[in-house]
């Protein structure tokens, strides 16, 4: 399968691209190939596949259920509760909605992090985009528990008839609900097999406090003296930190990946430390988290809210300009899940959206298709979507739709009870 | 006309809509009715049409142009030098996109602040919502000035064939740029002509200084030693005040306009003090500010912004739940703007928009189209606009869009130069 997009707006100049198999084979003028799909992209700009870094995909199923609550009532009373009716069939038709809904909005791959993850897994593999899906560690702190939860994780559960695009990985829950010997030996899991671990860290106040209560630590300080402040590390939130632990991350290669929108509706915290993260060399990521808490999976109302924060509250209009925001939603991502894109760039992988520049959000055309992008548009401005090579949406229609969506309309009454 | 709207979902039941004229004549169920024209509710929801509450509606026309700058360098360097080349062809244009891109998401009145206020409600007219345009006051804050800018305003220029949809105001810009008399002036001309006074106040935190420094007197003190707060005076932005002036505010029944999306990304504060005004009766409402600064006019991206906002900087997040924020950006709008609109109840004008619930934003239905409007959906979700009792969208189509687009891409030539 081949296709050529031609003259399409690219970084704001114009150009043709070529997509051979999954990857861009090039990106220059006026470009000859008989490919299998040609694309006018005239009225259109391309921006690289967004790359969700943390979400709870089939949390769809919990989306405007138990708003305006704080956050360990809104888990222990809304969401712990139900998710005890949580069945195969549930996670894989959530995990279907998350998937229509990132590639309705640009996204081509994302991390994930929710139960029965194989079903997860299936789902995603099937709609076309990326997913990194994580066996889950909950031990409740009991490091004889943790033995029993960590002798069921076998790597072989990870294998299966999975396209390339589907990855592995090992997510201890958080470090209020997962013992130390659990998360060490997490990372001697993930790092004997290649893959990433994913966890809560540095989310609240009350996380922090409590960790300074219970352990003598601050949660980064906590993590590092277990020894697994590593580069295959993905942390989300990091909002209750200090320069030292900023520099331990750095030193250490850990990623971080920022959730404005959860962060600021579970009033989790709003200074992200992105400027003093960045100065130091650490990788941030993009994130929306599930849409329990945020309340959709679309990365560009994301990057508005992450760069329009960073301003905000340090009073600084200099602040994540929207180019730096699409590197941290599209470049810092892929570089954290080990996927060779966030570039529209020959010898990339093909994951890409297009976007119509005739609409409101990009008129007038002004050189300035980024800004426009982040400041002025969102998720339903994407107008077709490429991953892999192969095209998932063309002028916003997705095969299936209307199907995914009514079985999670049926679905929902046997998750939901409470 | 007569419009009959059957089985939608208004406030989470189900119930037909009944417009005749510019109407609602009736919301109840099972409404038997030979109607003009008749809209399948079964997968919609309507809301109120939203009350934009601060815009400069043209200049959509500066768009994504000098973004990332402090407020006064983008004003002295990007803005004020291009509006020397404002034509009332640009006017009418930059009027009419904005129209366009605020019917789409789901807007149907506005309170405008811009140059050649009878081009912008020409273009409003046509395009079929409700607008206040007033007559824009700068003296350079000097008196004499001053006097030659009010004789050359007339009450008669307001006058012309219009529809009821179009109101007229005066709008003395800003503290900074118009004296204590051009105020007193423009507050005594719109009390004898039962019109609004909007002006921008305690914008930013140079503002507040500088008052302090010219005045003796920080901005909202200083407009009460005119002795011109009144319930007409509706003002932009509010963010630098202390508990007194809260009150002098709500004494005197002025409005107050916030716009979270401008004062981020100007980084002109984030600590709107929502709560504290609503607790002393003070009516707030919601806008946008112009596309320069926003940078679009997405009432449901505004409201979103708004919520989380309060939420995250005062860590509860309980603060400003769906349902308020709805009230804010429809009912308080339209109460600040004199327009019997706001709520979808039989006698109220036919102001309102459906979205359409087939959608990953209204999936699952579960009894909270209101959280999913605010936290999922943006802009692009509303389906169908009727305004005045008609149809100005239905299907998200909008007659003459594509000339309005390419209008203003050939427009913005003639405009920007610097």
Redesign the interface.
């Known amino acids: 399968m081949s296709i050529l997009i031609k003259n399409i707006l690219v970084n704001n100049k114009r150009t043709d691209i070529l997509i051979a198999d999954n990857k861009i084979t090039s990106v220059s003028h006026n470009i000859t190939y008989n490919a299998d799909k040609v694309i006018d992209g005239t009225y259109k700009a391309a921006f690289p596949g967004l790359v969700n870094g943390h979400t709870h995909a089939a949390m769809?199923?919990f989306?405007?259920?138990g708003?305006?609550?704080?956050?360990e009532e809104?888990l222990t009373t809304k969401i712990w509760p139900n998710e005890r009716n949580l069945t195969d069939e549930i996670v894989y038709w959530g995990t279907k909605?998350a998937c229509?809904?990132m590639i309705?909005t640009g996204t081509t791959a994302f991390n994930d992090m929710y139960f029965r993850f194989k079903e997860a897994a299936r789902a995603t593999d099937e709609m076309g985009i990326r997913g990194v899906f994580p066996q889950l560690m909950f031990d409740n702190l009991d490091p004889e528990q943790g033995k029993k939860v960590q002798s069921r994780i076998k790597y072989q559960d990870f294998e299966g008839d999975y396209s390339s695009r589907i990855q592995f990985a090992i997510a201890p829950h958080a470090i209020y609900t997962v013992s130390g010997s659990s998360y060490k030996w997490a990372m001697d899991f993930a790092t004997e097999h290649g893959i990433i671990v994913h966890t809560h860290l540095a989310e609240t106040?009350t996380e922090y406090q409590n960790a300074i209560k219970n352990f003598g630590l601050s949660p980064i300080r906590y993590l590092n003296s277990l020894g697994i402040l590593k580069p295959n590390l993905v942390i989300a939130h990091c909002l209750w930190l200090d320069d030292d632990e900023i520099k331990m991350l750095a030193d250490n290669g850990v990623k971080v990946v920022h959730n404005p929108?959860s962060?600021?509706?579970?009033?989790s915290?709003?200074r992200f430390l992105y400027n003093e993260m960045k100065e130091k060399g650490v990788c941030i990521g993009l994130g929306t988290d599930g849409?329990s808490s945020?309340?959709?999976?679309?990365m560009i109302?994301a990057m508005k809210?992450m760069s329009?924060?960073q301003?905000?509250?340090?009073?600084?209009?200099?602040?994540l300009?929207?180019n730096d925001v699409i590197k941290v939603a599209t470049k810092n991502g892929a570089e954290m899940l080990n996927i060779n894109a966030g570039e529209i760039k020959e010898g990339m992988l093909a994951d890409m959206f297009l976007v119509d520049l005739?609409?409101?959000?990009f008129?007038?055309?002004?050189n300035?298709t980024e800004?426009?992008l982040v400041?002025?548009?969102?998720?339903?401005?994407v107008d077709t979507v490429i991953c892999d090579g192969k095209i998932l949406m063309e002028n916003k229609k997705i095969d299936g739709e209307?199907e995914i969506?009514q079985k999670?309309?049926e679905l929902?009454n046997i998750l939901?009870k409470h």
Not at 263 to 267: G, R, S, T
Not at 294 to 298: K, M, Q
Not at 375 to 381: D, F, H, I, P, S
């Open positions: 769809t199923f989306r405007g259920y708003d305006d609550l704080p956050l809104w909605l229509l809904e309705k106040q929108n962060n600021l509706k579970l009033a915290g709003h849409c945020s309340n959709n999976l679309d109302e809210m329009l924060l301003k905000g509250w340090r009073l600084d209009p200099t602040a300009p929207a005739n609409t409101p959000a008129t007038p055309l002004n300035n800004s426009n400041y002025a548009a969102n998720g339903n401005n209307t969506i999670v309309n929902v939901i």
